[in-house]
């Protein structure tokens, strides 16, 4: 049992992959197992933490001491988040949320075409970035998945979101990214401090990142 360092605070954690429909057989997502989310919200629980665990469809068994709330798309996933951002006082977006949508979802099974078929894609909302400009007392923190230029991509991603501290990943590292128990993640904070951790377990990539909010939330707020 650790020590309840977050006693009596709200996480409102995000994990998972969405799914953006085509029709009722297919959909767009991505690699997102929901390991590193679900992690953290594990372990912001042993913290003493009240936990809201936002999640996109994974194989993972909801965590102990934790309200998971099971969603499907970007849209989904944006409107329960607000409806609890009001009461929120750390918010940590994990989840691989979709950038695109089909611009239509058939309602019936899309017959095979010809030899190409095009899909005309749309924006999502997003939803860090909603959240960045709502912000009052909330601390946001962001992830960055990138396959190139990690720390110049991650710090655009902290300002251009209003977000207080965004851990990054590169997802085509070995032992890093999607699926795998293990990651390798550089955070930058809002001052553009940086702390470089080595391969270690999600779990522990979790209890990194736990103590690093600590910190922060002693410190002065901007
Ligand atoms: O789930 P695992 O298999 O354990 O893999 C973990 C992970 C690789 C998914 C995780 O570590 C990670 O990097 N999550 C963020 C994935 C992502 O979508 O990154 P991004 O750089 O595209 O987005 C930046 C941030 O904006 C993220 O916090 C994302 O949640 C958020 N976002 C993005 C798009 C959108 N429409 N709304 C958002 O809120």
């Given amino acids: 049992e650790g020590k309840q360092i977050f006693k009596g605070m709200n996480f409102l954690i995000t994990a998972g992959a969405t799914r953006e429909k085509i029709d009722p057989v297919r959909y ?7 390991k590193m ?19 996109g469809k994974t194989d993972l068994n909801p965590p102990d001491r934790v309200k998971t709330i099971m969603v499907e798309s970007a849209q989904d996933m944006l409107e329960k ?8 006082n750390v918010v940590i977006k994990s989840a691989a949320v979709a950038d695109y949508r089909p611009v239509v979802t058939y309602d ?27 912000k009052n007392k909330q601390l946001l923190v962001g992830f960055a998945a990138e396959t190139n ?27 890093a990214g999607f699926g795998t128990d293990t990651n390798i993640v550089t955070m930058f904070d809002r001052n553009l401090n940086k702390v470089e951790l080595p391969l270690m377990s999600k779990r522990d990539v979790a209890i990194k990142l736990l103590e690093k909010i600590e910190t922060m939330m002693k410190e ?3």
């Fill in 149 to 175: 230029s990690l720390e110049e991509y991650a710090k655009s991603k902290l300002t251009r979101k209003n977000l207080d501290l965004i851990v990054a990943n590169n997802v085509t590292t070995e032992g």
């Fill in 28 to 34: 767009f997502t991505n690699h997102s197992s929901g």
């Fill in 108 to 134: 019936k099974k899309l017959k095979k075409q010809k030899d190409h078929l095009t899909i005309e894609m749309e924006k999502t909302t997003d939803i860090l970035k909603e959240l960045g400009e709502r």
């Fill in 220 to 222: 002065e707020r901007p």
């Fill in 37 to 55: 989310g679900y992690a953290i919200a594990e372990q912001a629980a042993k913290l003493g933490a009240n936990v809201i665990l936002i999640s």
């Fill in 81 to 88: 988040v607000l409806e609890y951002y009001e009461e929120t």
